[in-house]
């Protein structure tokens, strides 16, 4: 059962047989978190740094959770209040951290390909919690643990996928991810946020929300950063959420059966409405319990065992 | 793996046969079954323990809680192993506070998977008393465990192993003693 892959840096060129056997593994492991003692002693003596140089309440709260559940000896470490305001270079403070013995880093950084330049430097296994505007590969499996929950298989699923796609590290993880697992992958949103030769990656790309809805089996739905308005990418919320916003009139019009997701934080009003959000169709709240199970699976499958 | 037949203890029906005074014995001793619950350990402890159930149903005429254990997660060499081995889900539908549990597995040789059933189980809630039954015994404990119920004890050497083949999984029923060429573990 052993992964092909020595970190989880991106999904990109991360194999089938893999993908299969960390969400067959997180499965098992949903099983743990029903348990009334919900701890399992699988990563005794081993032990994670959480390394957040930028904020993240869920992903941090989920990784957390999931390395207690294993029962791993955990340091948190955030940039607020570390050494790296006093100018220490990543290499320096990752190496300083090591120095004391740890087993794996799960990083978060706003350098696109941070994770995988620590690589170079580090003898620890190192798991990208997103990097940037590149990946955020747990994210993306913990929403194909969901589809794949829901609908039983990936194969040949519509996925649609609608925002920001061009500053979406979870976009691209999915992006990777679902093609790789044989789903039809489709991204809608206003042309300043797909970015260019996109359709390279086997996906394809629709202007018209309505368009995508009258076939979509899955509909992901991203968030919109707000600091990125007036900027030229959108006029102004309400023009978005009229185009592109999952509202409960457009819901209204689709008669068929579809699967909401969204990775959060959300935007209540603006990329979906509070009726979307909490009605029957949306798996949001299932999204994250799926977060701890696919993240145990990870953990699991990168850092139990002894490196060979 | 490969491995060579040595010997055929027992066919279908010298299992079934096993199966059914394992079953007797449980009744028995534990007076009854009204507190009683079987949990099997993955893989083939599960079989074992559905079929137990299913001898007991027709002796006491009632239905027969049955759980699934899988100990990967608990097993002691998981450290040391360079095989991470596939973790499967565990079932157990029912409260096991203040019942009777019997654990049922298909051979006890080190007692370390016994043993991580144990920490598991204890996991799932405090229950009145764990009992152990097994359908072989083979001998060279590595932990000071022993089983309460045991269907046949069949010492083998080192080298030597057990494979107790069930229906559900092998497409046969049987207990063959079988000459083992080892692929490193670890």
Known sequence: MNLSIKHLLGLEGV???????????????????????????????????????????????????????????????????????KGESLKDTVQNILAMKVDTIVMRHSDPGAARLLTRFVDAVVINAGDGTHEHPTQALLDMMSMREKLG???????????????????????????TMGAN?????????IPFGIEKLGVKVMYDLDEVLQFADVVMVLRIQKERMGKGFFPSLR?????????????????????????????????????????????????????????????????????? | MKEKVKFKVADEKSLDRTITRLAHEIVERCRGIDDVVLVGIRTRGEFVARRIAGKIEKIENVKMPVGVLDVVLYRDDIRIRTKIPKVQVSDIPFEIDDKTVI?????????????????????????????????VDRGNREMPIKADYV????????????????????????????????????
């Open chain 2, 151 to 186: 269907g046949i004890n069949l010492p083998v050497s080192v080298g030597e192993e057990i494979r107790v083949k069930m229906r559900e999984v092998d497409g046969e029923d049987g207990i063959f003693i079988v000459e083992v060429v080892h692929e490193s573990q670890y």
């Open chain 1, 15 to 85: 194999p089938k047989d893999d993908i299969n056997t960390i969400l067959d593994t997180a499965f098992s492991f949903r099983e743990v978190l029903e348990r009334p003692v919900k701890k399992v002693p699988t990563l005794q003596g081993k032990t994670v740094v959480n390394l957040f140089f930028e904020p993240s309440t869920r992903t941090r709260i989920s990784f957390e959770l999931a390395e207690k559940r294993l029962s791993a000896d955990i340091v948190n470490f955030s940039a607020s209040v570390s050494s790296l305001r």
């Open chain 1, 239 to 308: 023009e978005y959420r009229k185009q592109f916003g999952l509202t409960r009139e457009r819901l209204e019009k689709v008669r068929r059966k579809l699967i909401i997701m969204h990775p959060g934080p959300m935007n209540r009003g603006v990329e979906i409405d509070s009726e979307v959000a909490e009605s029957e169709h949306s798996i949001i709240l299932h999204q994250v319990l799926n977060g701890v199970a696919v993240r145990m699976a990870v953990l699991f499958l990168l850092v139990g065992g002894k490196r060979g």
């Open chain 1, 185 to 193: 992958v489709v991204v809608c949103g206003p042309p300043t946020f």
């Open chain 2, 103 to 135: 654990l049922i597995d298909d051979v006890i040789y080190t007692g370390r998977t016994v043993r991580a059933a144990l920490d598991a189980l204890v996991d799932y809630g405090r229950p009145a008393k764990i009992q152990l039954a097994v359908l």
């Open chain 1, 153 to 179: 298989t990936l194969e040949k699923v519509n996925v649609a996928i609608v925002g920001d796609i061009k500053h979406s590290r979870v976009a691209l993880s999915n992006i990777y991810g679902l093609t």
